[in-house]
């Protein structure tokens, strides 16, 4: 979890040097630091316990870093959501841009579709607000990162980290 956490940083700071929008590449910086920090001391923790062995103590700090780290996370990835709204510029040549880049451009793809859909099949009430009931959630990056890779491609359900390798790897 704690080096998925490093991943998901790295990420973060790519999309803050292609944000075109400086308060959300600055939070974007802000977030990834957070969650970077969190990682960090996610990992420190889990090396200490599994060399002073099992205690309830340390089992809940260890489930309570990585509670923080989860939410250090999604935060980060709401970040990154703004930033792809407000637009994302010319990632660099580097592969790990690009990635990231293609990312954010499926799920920002993803929500274009899913609200041309919600306007095509329009269920609002008679003040012409949308009825929550049956309207369903606009995608997230969070949901993105979450979905299973496609069949096709062969991918590992839990591939071993591998160095050059992000978290993104299995969901892109």
């Known amino acids: 979890i704690a080096s998925d956490g490093q991943a998901v940083v790295r990420f973060g700071h790519i999309l803050a040097r292609q944000c075109l929008d400086q308060r959300c590449s600055t939070e974007l910086l802000r977030a990834s ?6 990682s960090s001391q996610l990992g420190i923790v889990a090396r200490v316990k599994a060399v002073t062995g099992e205690s309830k103590a340390s089992s809940e700090l260890l489930l309570s870093n990585a509670q ?17 709204v407000k637009g994302l510029g010319q990632p660099s040549p580097d592969p790990e841009a690009e990635e990231a880049a293609a ?21 609002r009430d008679e003040l012409g607000l949308r009825k929550t009931r049956e309207a369903k959630a606009e995608p997230t990056l969070t949901a993105l990162v979450q979905e299973p890779p496609p069949q096709s491609r062969n991918i590992p359900k839990h591939p071993s980290p591998r160095k050059g390798h992000t978290a993104m790897d299995r969901h892109l």
């Open 68 to 84: 923080n780290l989860l939410r250090a996370v999604r935060h980060l990835l709401r970040a990154a959501e703004a930033a792809s």
């Open 33 to 38: 630091e957070h969650t970077h920090t969190l």
């Open 103 to 123: 990312f954010c451009l499926q799920w920002k793809k993803n929500l274009s579709w899913h609200r041309a859909k919600e306007a095509l099949n329009s269920n």
